[in-house]
Structures are given as C-alpha cells and as structure tokens.
C-alpha cells in the first residue's frame, strides 16, 4: 500500500498522497507517502473533515483545488487551515470501492492550488481500485452501514487474448477472481510503465510474477 501512495504521489503533479480505511466503523490512516501527507491525513481522521470523509460518504471523488477559498474553509473550518499550515493548497479524495461499500480513500495532497488533469485523474481512479483491493484484504470486514450501491469493474474480455490468458494465470496463482486479477495485472503495467500486453506476455512466459498483498504488507 505503500507502493500506491509513492505511485500516485509521482504519476500526478502533486506532493504527497495517503491511504486510509473504515474498519469496524472506524475511520483510520493506513499509511501515507511522506511526513506531510501523513499529518494532514491525520487531520482528516482526527477532525473528522475533509475531502476523504466526502469521498467516502458519496462512493465519488471529491476534488477541491484551492484550500483557500472561501467555500472550501466554509465547508472544512478546521481541516482546510491545518492542511494550510502544513502547506497543502489542494486535496483530492477518491474513495476506495469493493464488494458495493466504500472502504477507504486515496487521498492526492498539492503545496499550490490547482485542478488535477484528465490523465492524473484517471490514474488516481485506477490506483484507488488497486487500493480498493489492498485495503479490504488487510483491513478484514470493512464498510458503512446502510449505502448500497454498486461498481463495474474493468473487463479483461475487452482487451487482447495474450491479456485474457495472463488474467486467468493471475487468478490461478493467486486463488482471486479475473476482475481482482486483471486490476493487479494493470497496476504492475502502469508501476514498471509497461503497455499491458507486454506484461501479459511476461505473465505468461513466467518472466514476472504479479505479487499477493499479504497481511503484513
């Protein structure tokens, strides 16, 4: 998980990134990619405000590009100043969907205002379903009462056969099904910026192993 926040930390022009999760009802930091990020996730946590409980509470991205302004110290009077003060100027929360519950967020913190791009946003939404995953395998039972709804997950039919075929042997090796494999199998393509296809070959060739998030990771 620390992985993912590094990821989203470098792939989007922002400073530092964190994960948190709901466990047992209970909003918690999970882990953060640097001192920063780690403080004002906690704030979020602590002060029970802020983009990520948004995100989580909504099943949508919450993005707000300027702490600054005066809907977003309306809306946050006390996350948006301890963000400032620690020199975040914009948060954008996506939350983390598995099995119809949000059980967490990934949360993009930058030192200047500002709006992510089409491209950082769609990266972040692929990182918060690997994460989605990663949280929910180590967090045990995860979600919030009384919000039903539901998410499409990416099809690997959609893609090449070499694809297919390393979905299956992911699956197989991991004992998961194809949709939690083939969201794996993307976030080793887009860590190593790999196309897909050629990590599918490698799949398959046993060149590369695409890793289990155990317990203690």
Known sequence: MTR?????RDSTSVAGAGLSRVAAGRHEMVVASDERAAHVEMSQVTLAEGPCLEAIATFRPYLE???TSPQARERWPLFAPSALDHGVHAAFAFPL???GVAVGALDLYATSP???GREEVENALMLAGLAAIAVDQNAG??????????VEPAEPWAHSAVVHNATGVVAEQLGIDVDEAFLRLRGV???TDRPLA?????VIAREIRVESWAENE
């Open 189 to 191: 393509a887009f860590a």
């Open 97 to 99: 969907i598995t099995g």
């Open 141 to 150: 039972a995860t979600e919030i009462a009384g919000v039903g709804i539901g």
């Open 114 to 116: 500002g709006s992510l």
């Open 4 to 8: 993912i926040c590094l990821v989203g």
């Open 198 to 202: 050629d990590v599918a070959r490698a």
């Open 65 to 67: 590009p300027d702490l």
